[in-house]
C-alpha cells in the first residue's frame, strides 16, 4: 500500500504568500523577496509532508495566484489584449500578475483574466481563453522548475498537472463560438513538451487531475479522453500516470476511465464511497487504484472504521500491491494546522477533539496504512490508533453539545411558516415604490465599505483589551456615519452602512448564531491572496439574541434615504462554513434560515424599509453531477425563501450573487423572488447578462458595472457603455446600477472615484436619454 497527497495548502501556516504578495504589489518588497518567501513555503511543505510519512509528495501544487493560470502560463495561453505587455514587462512574474489583476500603468489599461468558482468550492481560478485559431507554446517552465527545486531539497515529487481535458474544459472561447475541445491537438505537444522536460529530470511519477471525469461528459469529450491519453502513453511508456477526479463520483465514465492507459486513478471516496464497489467490479487489474478516503474538503477527524471498510474492500478485491491512501482531493480547501488552535474560547477543547486539519490529515493517512496493513498480516488484533480514534468518534456522536430539542422541533413548522406568502412581484413593486420613492435606474452598493487597516486594528484591539466595547462601538459609529454621509453626498439612492463591524460575512453571524464554533489560524484561500476562515457548524442553529438591528438602525437614523438592512443567507452561511456531517446539510441550512428569519421580522419591525440577503455561494454548492442538481437548487430556494417569509409586501428583499452564470439555474433564481437581485458582471463584459433577457427575468436586476475584484478604476465611459449594454436586455423599469460585490477589499480612494465614476455614468446616460426623447 502507498501512501500520497493530492496537493497541500499553498499559503503558509501564518498566511506568509498573503504578506509576501501584497507586500509585492505594493511595491514594498522586490521580486527576489516575493519568490524567496515562496520557496520557504515549499520547502516546508515538503518537509512536513515528508515527516508524515507520506510516500508520493506532490510538487507543483504550490501557486503564486492560481494553479490553473498557471497552467495558461506554461501552456503559453496568452489573451491577446496582454500581448502588447509581453515585451514591455520584461519580468515573467509580473506579466503573469497582470493576467490575474489587470494592468493599469504606463498608459496600459488593460482588464483581468475572468475569474470563477473552482466546482463546488469557494476557490476561484483565472478561466482560461482560447481563440479557434489558438496557438500554445512552452511558456513557463514552473512545474520543471519546482521538481528541480524539490529534487535539490532532497524530494522526489509527483509534479501535478491540470489534465489537458479538464484544462480545456475550464475554459472559455475570447469572442468567437467554437467548441474548445477543438483545440486539444494544437494543445497536446505542448502538454508533451512538459512531461518530455519533466521525464528528463527524473520524474517518475506525474498527477494528471482531470476533475471533469466525474461530471457528465459527451461522447466527443469521452473520444477525446481515450485518444489525449493514448498519445501521452505512447511517447512515454515508462512514466507513472496517476490520474486524478475528485468532489463526485466516476459515475457513468467509469467504463471510460478503466480503460485509460494511466497507471493510477484516484477516486473521492468522501464524497462519493458508493463508486468504489462499481470501479472493483469494472477493474480491468491494469490501474493501481487511489482511495480517497479522508475529507480533503471538511474539517472532521476521520472514522476510521468506515475508511478501513473500504480499504478492505479495495484490497481484497484488487490486492494490497495496488492500493493507494489518500485524501479524497488536493488540500487546498483544509485549514493547514489544528496544532495552531490555543484559544479555548473560539473553539473548546471538546470540540477540537473532534477535528483534523491539513497536518492531521495525513497523520490519518499514514495511521490507516498502518492498521490497514497490520490487519492484513494479521500482527496486531488491537491497534491502540484505531481505539483512540474511535472513542473521539463516540464522544462526539453522544455529545450533548451539539443537539437541542427547540430547534429539531421548529423544523415542523416549516410548511406553515412557508404559508405565509407575499403578493406578486407586480403589486409589491407598486406598494415600494410607495414607500421608496426610487428614480429610474437606482443606484446603491452591495454592502461593505473598505475594511481599512485601522478598522481591522480596532478589532483585534478589541480583542486584546486594548479597546474596551464602548469604545470600539464609537469608532464603528463613527466610521458608519461617515459613510452614510459620503453616499448620502455622492447621491446614492439605496444607502448601506458600510459593515465595519464585520470581520467577515459568514463569521460575524456564526459568532453570534449558537452552534458555531472558530479556529484562529483556519485560513482557506479564496483567490489570489484573498483567504477566508470558515466557522465550523457542530451543532444545531438557532438565534439567542439580535444581530444586526443595533447598527442598522443607527445607519438609518443618520439619513431619510432607505438604508439596507444587511444580512448573509442560509445558504451562504452553510456553503461557507464546514457542516457537520452528522445529518442532511439541508437540515442544517433550514435551521440556519429560520434564525435569520428571526432577524429579518425584527429588522422590519425596526423600521428598516430594504433588506439584502446575500446569497453569493448560492451557485458553487451545485454539484457537479447533473443527476444530483435538482434536489440542491430545491432545498437551496426554499431556504432562502424561508429566510423572509412573512416580510410585508412593502420591505424590498434584495439578494447578491458573486457570479455571472446563470443559464443553467435561471428558474431556480427566479423562484427565489428576491424584488432586487444584484449580481457580477463586468469582467464578463456583460456577457452573460443575456440570460436575464431571454428568460425575461421578471424582477429587478443590478447587473454590477464596477469590477471590485481588480484595483483598477472604471472610466465614466466605460461604465457609460455598460450600462447601455445592460439597458438593451433588462428592461428599463427592472435595472438598478451597482458595482459587482462589496468594497471590502479596496482602499477608500479607489472606491469612491469608481463610484463617482458610476454615478456620473449613470447620470450622463440618463440625460442621453431625455435628449432622445425629446
Ligand atoms: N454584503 C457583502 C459585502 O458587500 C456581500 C459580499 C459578497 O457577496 N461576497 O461585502
Ligand atoms: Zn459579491
Known amino acids: 500500500m502507498i501512501t500520497h497527497n493530492l496537493g497541500y495548502p499553498r499559503i503558509g501556516a501564518a498566511r506568509e504568500l498573503k504578506k509576501a504578495s501584497e507586500a509585492f504589489w505594493n511595491e514594498k518588497i522586490t521580486m527576489t523577496e516575493l519568490q524567496k518567501a515562496g520557496e520557504m513555503i515549499r520547502l516546508k511543505n515538503w518537509q512536513s509532508q515528508k515527516e508524515a510519512g507520506i510516500d508520493i509528495i506532490p510538487s507543483n501544487d504550490f501557486s503564486f495566484y ?66 479557434k485559431s489558438q496557438g500554445f507554446e512552452f511558456l513557463g517552465r514552473k512545474a520543471v522548475e519546482e521538481f528541480i527545486e524539490a529534487k535539490k531539497a532532497g524530494f522526489i515529487t509527483k509534479p501535478v498537472l491540470v489534465g489537458p481535458l479538464s484544462y480545456v474544459l475550464l475554459g472559455k472561447c475570447e469572442s468567437e463560438e467554437f467548441d474548445r475541445l477543438d483545440i486539444l491537438p494544437a494543445l497536446l ?33 469521452k473520444e477525446l479522453y481515450n485518444l489525449v491519453y493514448k498519445e501521452i502513453r505512447s ?25 485509460l492507459p494511466v497507471d493510477a486513478i484516484h477516486l473521492d471516496l468522501v464524497r462519493a464511497p458508493e463508486q468504489l464497489e462499481i470501479f472493483l467490479q469494472k477493474d480491468t487489474g491494469r490501474q493501481m487504484i487511489s482511495l480517497g478516503v479522508v475529507d480533503g474538503r471538511n474539517v472532521w477527524k476521520n472514522d476510521f472504521a468506515l475508511s478501513l471498510r473500504l480499504i478492505h474492500e479495495a484490497v481484497e478485491k484488487a490486492g494490497e500491491q495496488r492500493i493507494m491512501i489518500a485524501p479524497s482531493c488536493s488540500l487546498i480547501h483544509s485549514p493547514i494546522d489544528l496544532d495552531l488552535e490555543n484559544d479555548e474560547e473560539a473553539l473548546p477543547l471538546v470540540i477540537r477533539d473532534w477535528l483534523a ?6 497523520d490519518e493517512v499514514e495511521s490507516l496504512r498502518e492498521i490497514a496493513s497490520q490487519r492484513i498480516l494479521n500482527v496486531v488484533s488491537d491497534n491502540l490508533k484505531l481505539h483512540l480514534n474511535q472513542e473521539s468518534i463516540n464522544r462526539r456522536k453522544t455529545s450533548a453539545l451539539i443537539h ?13 411558516i412557508e404559508k405565509t406568502g407575499r403578493s406578486s412581484f407586480s403589486s409589491r413593486k407598486i406598494r415600494q415604490q410607495k414607500s421608496l420613492n426610487l428614480p429610474l435606474f437606482p443606484t446603491t452598493t452591495i454592502g461593505s465599505f473598505p475594511q481599512t487597516a485601522e478598522v481591522r486594528s480596532w478589532r483585534s484591539k478589541l480583542k486584546k483589551g486594548e479597546l474596551d466595547a464602548r469604545e ?64 465550523v457548524i457542530y451543532g444545531d442553529v438557532w438565534r439567542s439574541s439580535p444581530m444586526t438591528i443595533g447598527w442598522i438602525t443607527y445607519a438609518q437614523s443618520l439619513t431619510a434615504k432607505p438604508v439596507k438592512g444587511m444580512l448573509t443567507g442560509p445558504v451562504t452561511i452553510l456553503q461557507w462554513s464546514f457542516v457537520r456531517d452528522d445529518q442532511p446539510r439541508a437540515e442544517t441550512c433550514f435551521q440556519i434560515a429560520l434564525a435569520i428569519r428571526d432577524e429579518v421580522l425584527d429588522l422590519e419591525k425596526a423600521g428598516i424599509r430594504v433588506i439584502q440577503i446575500d446569497e453569493p455561494a448560492l451557485r458553487e454548492g451545485l454539484p457537479i453531477r447533473n443527476e444530483k442538481k435538482k434536489a440542491y437548487l430545491e432545498a437551496a430556494v426554499r431556504a432562502f425563501r424561508l429566510s423572509y417569509a412573512g416580510v410585508r409586501d412593502e420591505t424590498q428583499v434584495h439578494t447578491h450573487m458573486c457570479y455571472s452564470e446563470f443559464s443553467d439555474i435561471m428558474e431556480h433564481i427566479a423562484a427565489l ?15 452573460l447578462l443575456d440570460v436575464f433577457g431571454k428568460f425575461n427575468y421578471p424582477n429587478d436586476i443590478g447587473p454590477g458595472i464596477y469590477d471590485i475584484h481588480s484595483p483598477r478604476i472604471p472610466s465614466i465611459p466605460e461604465l457609460e457603455s455598460l450600462i447601455s449594454k445592460a439597458a438593451a436586455v433588462i428592461p428599463e423599469s427592472q435595472l438598478w446600477i451597482n458595482p459587482d460585490c462589496g468594497l471590502k477589499t479596496r482602499n477608500w480612494d479607489e472606491v469612491k472615484q469608481s463610484l463617482s465614476n458610476m454615478l456620473s455614468a449613470v447620470k450622463k446616460v440618463k440625460q442621453k436619454r431625455a435628449v432622445e426623447a425629446r
Request: with cysteine; proline share 4%.
Open 189 to 221: 505537444p505542448v502538454y508533451l513538451d512538459i512531461l518530455y522536460a519533466l521525464v528528463e529530470n527524473g520524474a517518475e511519477w506525474i498527477q494528471l487531475d482531470e476533475p471533469f471525469l466525474a461530471t457528465s461528459l459527451g461522447e466527443k469529450a
Open 66 to 131: 492560481d494553479h490553473v493560470l498557471d497552467m495558461s502560463f506554461m501552456l503559453g495561453a496568452i489573451p491577446v489584449r496582454f500581448r502588447c505587455l509581453r515585451n514591455y514587462l520584461s519580468d515573467d512574474m509580473e506579466f503573469y500578475f497582470a493576467m490575474a489583476r489587470g494592468y493599469q500603468k504606463d498608459g496600459f489599461d488593460i482588464r483581468p483574466m475572468e475569474m470563477t468558482k473552482w466546482f463546488d468550492t469557494n476557490y476561484h481560478y483565472i478561466v482560461p481563453e482560447f481563440r
Open 357 to 362: 486539519f491539513a497536518r492531521q490529515k495525513l
Open 472 to 535: 470600539y462601538d464609537m469608532l464603528i459609529g463613527e466610521e458608519i456615519r461617515k459613510a452614510v454621509k459620503w453616499q448620502e453626498e455622492a447621491g446614492f439612492d439605496v444607502l448601506v452602512h458600510g459593515e465595519f463591524e464585520r470581520n467577515d460575512m459568514v463569521e460575524y453571524f456564526g459568532e453570534l448564531l449558537e452552534g458555531f464554533a472558530f479556529t484562529r489560524n483556519g485560513w482557506i484561500q479564496s483567490y489570489g491572496s484573498r483567504y477566508v476562515k470558515p466557522p
Open 673 to 687: 423572488d428576491a424584488d432586487v437581485l444584484t449580481i457580477e458582471c463586468s469582467r464578463s463584459n456583460m456577457e
Open 235 to 259: 511517447e512515454f511508456p515508462q512514466l507513472k500516470i496517476l490520474l486524478t477526479t475528485y468532489f463526485d463520483s466516476i459515475g457513468d465514465n467509469i467504463d471510460l476511465a478503466v480503460n
Open 404 to 416: 437541542n430539542e427547540d430547534v429539531k422541533n421548529r423544523l415542523s413548522f416549516i410548511p406553515e
